[in-house]
C-alpha cells in the first residue's frame, strides 16, 4: 500500500470486492506463488516450467479432492497426486530433482496461515479457532499420509514389475 501510494497509485480494498478476479483468481495465485519461489530460490531457468507445472498439478489435484472428499481430505489428494508426479519430472531430461519441484508444491499444500490464525484466536480466548485449528492439524496430517502414500506410488514405479 505503501508503495502504491508513493507513486500514485489508488488504494483498493479487496475485501470490498472480493469476487473481483472471480474464478481464475487462485490459478494466477498459483502461478505468482511458483514465480515468486523460484525468483527467491534463484531456481534454474530450465526448471521453472517444470515447477509450475507441478504446483498446478497440486492445486488441481486438491481443488478436485475438495469436490470429492471434502477440504481437510483434500490436502491428502493433493500429496498423494504431487509426489510421483514430481518423481516423473525428475526422470525428464531438462526435470529439476524431484525435492526441487516437490517443496514449493508441498508449501502450497500446508494451511500454515490458517494455523497461525487459529492459535492467536485460542489464545486470544476466541474458541472458534478451537475447531479452525482442529481442522489445520488434520490437514496437515493429511498431508502427511498424501506424501507417505505418494512416496509408496514413486517406489512402485521404480521398481521393476516381477
Same mark, same amino acid.
Request: proline share 7%; with cysteine; charged share 10%.
Given at each position: 500500500?505503501?508503495?502504491?501510494?508513493?507513486?500514485?497509485?489508488?488504494?483498493?480494498? $479487496?475485501?470490498?470486492?472480493?469476487? *473481483?478476479?472471480?474464478?481464475?483468481?487462485?490459478?494466477?495465485?498459483?502461478?505468482?506463488?511458483?514465480?515468486?519461489?523460484?525468483?527467491?530460490?534463484?531456481?534454474?531457468?530450465?526448471?521453472?516450467?517444470?515447477? *509450475? $507445472?507441478?504446483?498446478?498439478?497440486?492445486?488441481?489435484?486438491?481443488?478436485?479432492?475438495?469436490?470429492?472428499?471434502?477440504?481437510?481430505?483434500?490436502? $491428502?489428494?493433493?500429496?498423494?497426486?504431487?509426489?510421483?508426479?514430481?518423481?516423473?519430472?525428475?526422470?525428464?531430461?531438462?526435470?529439476?530433482?524431484?525435492?526441487?519441484?516437490?517443496?514449493?508444491?508441498?508449501? *502450497?499444500?500446508?494451511?500454515?496461515?490458517?494455523?497461525?490464525?487459529?492459535?492467536?484466536?485460542?489464545?486470544? =480466548?476466541?474458541?472458534? =479457532?478451537?475447531?479452525?485449528?482442529?481442522?489445520?492439524?488434520?490437514?496437515?496430517?493429511?498431508?502427511?499420509?498424501?506424501?507417505?502414500?505418494?512416496?509408496?506410488?514413486?517406489?512402485?514405479?521404480?521398481?521393476?514389475?516381477?
Amino acid at each position: 500500500m505503501t508503495a502504491g501510494a508513493i507513486v500514485g497509485v489508488p488504494d483498493f480494498d $479487496f475485501s470490498k470486492h472480493p469476487d *473481483l478476479l472471480g474464478p481464475v483468481a487462485p490459478w494466477i495465485a498459483v502461478a505468482v506463488f511458483g514465480v515468486a519461489i523460484c525468483v527467491h530460490r534463484s531456481a534454474p531457468r530450465k526448471s521453472i516450467p517444470w515447477i *509450475l $507445472f507441478v504446483l498446478y498439478v497440486a492445486h488441481a489435484a486438491q481443488v478436485l479432492g475438495d469436490l470429492l472428499v471434502g477440504g481437510v481430505l483434500s490436502a $491428502f489428494v493433493g500429496a498423494l497426486v504431487v509426489t510421483p508426479v514430481t518423481a516423473l519430472v525428475a526422470r525428464q531430461p531438462t526435470g529439476p530433482a524431484a525435492l526441487v519441484s516437490f517443496t514449493p508444491a508441498f508449501a *502450497l499444500l500446508v494451511p500454515g496461515a490458517i494455523g497461525l490464525v487459529s492459535v492467536a484466536d485460542i489464545l486470544g =480466548g476466541d474458541s472458534a =479457532g478451537t475447531a479452525s485449528l482442529v481442522a489445520t492439524l488434520g490437514t496437515m496430517v493429511a498431508i502427511a499420509l498424501g506424501v507417505l502414500a505418494g512416496s509408496s506410488l514413486s517406489n512402485r514405479m521404480r521398481r521393476p514389475a516381477l
